[in-house]
């Protein structure tokens, strides 16, 4: 294995914290990956990684080195990349994004062939789930986050200001009647979204008159991931708030209702993070500026949408 090589397989272990993960993630034997890690720290004559049995960590020179690695192997990318373009290629390669799961299925993918028409080298590793992935760490290019984000180290795209809507089921509502005021809501039910940080639910956010509301309101389901939270709309276990487009096709189907439509949620903000770096790759460039304009056409630019309320923090519902 040559040095680019050798330095490929160290900054993956570090993204990783772990052998194995990035054996598999480079298509390798983890029995080659070892041995590149050996060469590596016998040729600089220091230990680059400390093992356990749980997990890898950077020594402080391994993560000097890292850091030079990185730096190192984004330049030979990038040279590679302006050579293929400047030869009359199209970036290639491939481009790790994160975002919701709901997000993908009903936003991305299903357009996703026009960036492949367009783009046919490039690659496209998505992965979902509500959680806030460590990008650097996890090797992920680009993210879409719903939320004020302000994680550092990250550069921050703001693309839009999803409008979001309360709803609850045809069924639930047949038992329970449609509350018609803020005040009103003592007498119904929720599907309570839990708060990783603090582990407790998300209260329900309403506009009223200008002003914003937070109403706490019991539950008999409590879920941490954004599709149960739908599911358990649609199962009538009470009320939810997510962004509109989200309950496109239970609204048009009759399945679900919109509720309190004079005291909607505020906007959740819509961004693209990606970590710093010097110089984005061209394949991620592209990849990041097709989602953007993406997302401006299902939800307007942020100049053209309402201002979220500033105070209030949220996950991906």
């Known amino acids: 294995?040559?040095?680019?090589?050798?330095?490929?397989?160290?900054?993956?272990?570090?993204?990783?914290?772990?052998?194995?993960?990035?054996?598999?993630?480079?298509?390798?034997?983890?029995?080659?990956?070892?041995?590149?890690?050996?060469?590596?720290?016998?040729?600089?004559?220091?230990?680059?990684?400390?093992?356990?049995?749980?997990?890898?960590?950077?020594?402080?020179?391994?993560?000097?080195?890292?850091?030079?690695?990185?730096?190192?192997?984004?330049?030979?990318?990038?040279?590679?990349?302006?050579?293929?373009?400047?030869?009359?290629?199209?970036?290639?390669?491939?481009?790790?994004?994160?975002?919701?799961?709901?997000?993908?299925?009903?936003?991305?993918?299903?357009?996703?062939?026009?960036?492949?028409?367009?783009?046919?080298?490039?690659?496209?590793e998505l992965g979902t789930g509500d959680r806030a992935v460590d990008l650097a760490r996890e090797g992920v290019d680009c993210a879409l986050r719903a939320g004020i984000v302000d994680t550092p180290h990250l550069v921050v795209r703001r693309l839009a200001s999803m409008p979001q809507i309360t709803c609850a089921s045809m069924g639930y509502l047949a038992r329970r009647g449609e509350p018609r005021s803020i005040e009103a809501l003592d007498r119904h039910l929720a599907v309570n979204y839990l708060e990783r940080s603090t582990g407790k639910p998300y209260p329900l956010d309403f506009v009223v008159r200008g002003e914003s509301r937070h109403v706490s309101m019991n539950s008999l389901l409590t879920?941490?991931?954004?599709?149960?939270?739908?599911?358990?709309?649609?199962a009538h276990f009470g009320l939810?708030?997510?962004?509109?487009?989200?309950?496109?096709?239970?609204?048009?189907?009759?399945?679900?209702?919109?509720?309190?439509?004079?005291?909607?949620?505020?906007?959740?903000?819509?961004a693209l993070v990606h970590p710093y770096q010097r110089k984005v790759p061209p394949r991620v460039r592209v990849f990041m500026d097709w989602l953007a304009a993406l997302c401006a056409k299902q939800f307007g630019t942020p100049e053209e949408a309402p201002r979220p309320a500033p105070e209030r923090r949220y996950e991906a519902r």
């Open 1 to 124: 294995m040559d040095r680019f090589d050798a330095m490929r397989v160290f900054t993956r272990i570090v993204e990783l914290g772990s052998f194995t993960k990035a054996a598999t993630d480079l298509r390798l034997p983890r029995a080659t990956v070892t041995l590149a890690v050996q060469q590596l720290e016998a040729r600089l004559g220091v230990r680059l990684l400390h093992r356990t049995t749980r997990e890898v960590n950077a020594t402080p020179e391994g993560a000097q080195y890292y850091r030079r690695c990185t730096r190192v192997l984004a330049d030979v990318d990038d040279a590679e990349a302006e050579l293929a373009q400047g030869g009359g290629g199209k970036p290639r390669g491939k481009v790790r994004v994160h975002m919701t799961s709901g997000m993908a299925a009903h936003v991305v993918i299903p357009v996703l062939p026009e960036f492949h028409e367009r783009y046919p080298r490039i690659d496209v």
């Open 223 to 234: 879920v941490t991931d954004s599709e149960a939270y739908v599911a358990g709309c649609l």
């Open 240 to 270: 939810i708030q997510v962004p509109a487009y989200r309950l496109a096709g239970p609204l048009t189907e009759g399945r679900l209702r919109e509720v309190l439509p004079n005291a909607r949620p505020p906007p959740l903000p819509l």
